[in-house]
């Protein structure tokens, strides 16, 4: 029993070291680079060009750099596979959807999670106080929602520039929907920190709840179907 419990261990370590090296390869890290200028570039724009007060200011910087860590790897994971030559070995893995992209796909969010924990904290210590903890679970829904619909496009493109063109449609469609989109659940860039003008603090609050019950619900929509499209072997191989 012990053995067993040992070599399961060492299977999810070699298994998580694995996907790491995957998620860290190509052109991830550049899009880690420009996530990292796009937070410290805005975030020194915004003190010396604004009288920040509210944490509320920030949370255009967080969410965008939040999307910038999960694009890469959730938009051209499925093509790097094929790229590489090993999409066929993965699926002979028996449950291949489980123990192979699942992994990757919460180790995504889990680095995306952290970095946005060090941005949170750093902006908290040097810009305006807030709580970190909430603050980067508000601002990961919204990405866990577009890195999810990415990965579902990707299981359905199969190519890594299509399913970014596709992308880029729909984040510009949703940015044109922000402000007639301010006061409804619908919108996906709603800020829960800045209270839309004419709206109570316990509407806006009813208001964010459905929002992220909206976005969390999509987004597991969009992670069982992004599994399902990968057990039709035959359009990857």
Known sequence: ?????????IL????????????????????????????LG??????????????SDLYGVFLFSGILLVFYPSTFGIQNDQDART?????????????VWLVRIILIFLIAFVIMLIFTFISSVL??????????????????????????????????NGTAVVMIIFGFFFMILDDPLLKSQWNLFHNPFNTAYGVSEATWAIIT?????????????????????????????
């Open 1 to 9: 029993m012990i053995k067993k419990i040992s070599n399961l261990f």
């Open 12 to 39: 999810i370590r070699m298994m998580i070291f694995y996907n790491l090296r995957i998620i860290f390869a190509n052109k991830f890290m550049w899009f880690l680079a420009g996530s990292i200028f796009f937070y």
């Open 42 to 55: 805005l975030s020194v724009l915004y003190v010396f060009t604004n009288d920040i007060s509210e944490m």
């Open 87 to 99: 999409i066929e070995i993965l699926f002979g893995i028996p449950d291949y959807r489980y123990k």
């Open 127 to 160: 810009i305006v106080r807030f709580p970190i903890i909430p603050v980067t679970v508000h601002v990961m829904i919204p990405v866990l929602f577009i890195g999810m619909m990415s990965f579902m496009f990707s299981t359905l493109i199969r190519n890594g």
């Open 209 to 237: 709840l459905k929002n992220r019950i909206i976005l969390i619900t999509a987004s597991v929509l969009f992670l069982l179907a992004a599994l399902f499209n990968l057990q039709r072997r035959e359009k990857f191989i």
